[in-house]
C-alpha cells in the first residue's frame, strides 16, 4: 500500500512512518568486479534511486487522490496491496529477495499490525486528499515526536535537548504551514465568503485526517515493535503479511463503505482518463516495492547514517514536488515552512547519530555503537529471549 509499505517508520534511532523508515534487511544481490558491479556499488545511485521512488509514490497518490474527484480509497488501497503482493512475490520466485511463506500462526500474531497500518494508510490518503504534498510532508514530521515519546513510555527510551529544539522546529514549521495556507484560502477567495468558507472547511478536515494519521502512524510502528519480538520478521515479511492480511479487509470496506454506482464509478475513473488512473493505482503499489529495495541497497553501500541523512533531506525535493506538479500555493510563509521543517528533520537525525554514538552502560569504550531502528532493536530482543 503506497505511503505504505514506507509507512514512513520514523527513525527511534530509527523509524515514518516515516522517513526514514528501516531499510529492508534483504539487500539487493551484487556481484562480482564488472562495470554492472561497480555502478551498482556507486552510493550516488542507491540514493538518488531512494529519492526517485519515494517522490513518485507521492505524486501518483497525489494524482490519483485529488485530479479527478477520486473517492474509493479503500479500494486504491486494496489495488495497490494486490500489486505490491504479485510483484514481491514474482522477486522471491527469480531469486531476488527471499520471505517466509504464509503461516497462519504468524497472520493471528500479526494481524493487530496490519489493523494499524489499514488505518494509517488510510487517513494518510485522506489527508493527502485535502491537503497539498507540503503541507502533508511537514505535518508527517510530528509523527517523530509521538514516536519519540512513546519510546520514552514504553520502550525506556530518552530524547536530548537537541531532539527536543528539532521537535519545537517541527511543531513551528506546521503552524506556519497551517497559517499558510488558511491564508492563501482567504485571501484567493476572498471576494466570496462562502467559497472562503469551503476551501477554510476543507482544510481542516486535512488537519483532523493528518492529526488521525500521525496517531495511527506512531501507533504502528510502536505496536510493530512489539509484536515482531513474537514474530521475529524481516522487512520483507512484515511488507508480504502486511498486504496478504489487509487485501480482504481493504476489498470487504470497499464493498461496503464506498459507492459503487454506476454514477460514482464514472466520477472516478472518467473514461478520458480511466487508463491512465488505472496506471497510476498500480504504479503506486509498485512504488513500496522500489523503495523497500532501493532502501536496502542503499544501506548496504552507504551507511545506516548515511541513509537517515538521505531521509532528511528527502523531505524537501518532496514538498518541492508538490509545488511544480500540483497547484500549491508558492508564498514567502508556505516556502518558510517547508525550509523550517527540511532543518527540523537534519536537526533531528543529527540528534540522534550523535545519541547513538554515546557509549552506554555495559558497553566497552571500544565498542563502535551503529544506530539501530526500532524494529531492528526489538529483532535483537527477541534473538536474546
Not at 177 to 194: F, K, M, N, V
Not at 247 to 259: D, H, W
Amino acid at each position: 500500500m503506497a505511503d505504505g509499505k514506507k509507512t514512513d517508520d520514523y527513525e527511534l534511532r530509527d523509524t515514518n512512518s516515516g522517513k526514514g523508515y528501516e531499510p529492508p534487511l534483504n539487500t539487493p544481490r551484487v556481484g562480482g568486479s564488472t562495470p554492472m558491479a561497480a555502478a551498482t556499488n556507486n552510493p550516488i545511485f542507491p540514493i538518488l534511486s531512494y529519492c526517485v521512488s519515494s517522490i513518485l509514490m507521492t505524486v501518483t497518490n497525489k494524482y490519483v487522490l485529488s485530479g479527478f474527484g477520486f473517492n474509493l480509497n479503500f479500494f486504491l488501497l486494496a489495488v495497490q496491496s494486490i500489486v505490491c503482493v504479485v510483484a514481491i512475490q514474482m522477486c522471491k520466485s527469480s531469486g531476488i529477495i527471499t520471505y517466509r511463506d504464509f503461516n497462519s500462526d504468524e497472520a493471528r500474531k500479526w494481524f493487530p499490525v496490519s489493523l494499524l497500518l489499514i488505518g494509517t494508510i488510510y487517513t494518510s490518503t485522506k489527508a493527502l486528499q485535502f491537503l497539498s504534498i507540503p503541507v502533508y510532508t511537514i505535518f508527517k514530521n510530528l509523527t517523530i515526536i509521538l514516536i519519540a515519546y512513546g519510546e520514552v513510555l514504553w520502550f525506556g527510551g530518552s530524547v536530548s535537548g537537541m531532539a527536543l529544539f528539532s521537535f519545537g522546529l517541527m511543531v513551528l514549521s506546521s503552524v506556519i504551514a497551517a497559517w499558510a495556507d488558511i491564508q492563501h484560502a482567504l485571501q484567493s477567495y476572498g471576494h466570496s465568503e462562502t467559497e472562503a468558507s469551503a476551501k477554510v472547511s476543507t482544510l481542516n478536515a486535512g488537519y483532523m485526517w493528518m492529526m488521525f494519521n500521525c496517531i495511527c502512524s506512531a501507533a504502528y510502528v510502536l505496536g510493530m515493535r512489539k509484536r515482531i519480538k513474537l514474530t521475529n520478521f524481516k522487512d520483507f515479511d512484515t511488507m508480504f503479511y502486511n498486504n496478504v492480511l489487509s487485501i480482504p479487509i481493504l476489498l470487504v470496506s470497499s464493498l461496503l463503505l464506498e459507492n459503487w454506482s454506476s454514477a460514482n464509478i464514472e466520477i472516478n475513473f472518467p473514461p478520458l482518463q480511466k487508463n491512465r488512473i488505472i496506471l497510476a493505482m498500480i504504479f503506486s503499489g509498485l512504488s513500496s516495492v522500489f523503495i523497500s529495495y532501493t532502501s536496502a541497497w542503499c544501506v548496504r553501500v552507504t551507511s545506516s547514517t548515511t541513509y537517515s541523512m538521505v531521509g532528511a533531506l528527502n523531505k524537501l525535493p518532496i514538498a518541492l514536488s508538490g509545488l511544480i506538479f500540483f497547484d500549491a500555493p508558492i508564498t514567502i510563509p508556505s516556502v518558510s515552512a517547508i525550509g523550517v521543517g527540511f532543518v527540523s528533520g537534519i536537526v533531528y537525525t543529527l540528534a540522534k547519530v550523535k545519541q547513538s554514538s554515546k557509549p552506554k552502560a555495559g558497553i566497552l569504550p571500544t565498542t563502535s555503537s551503529q544506530p539501530m531502528s526500532a524494529s531492528s532493536q526489538s529483532a535483537r530482543d527477541s534473538f536474546k529471549s
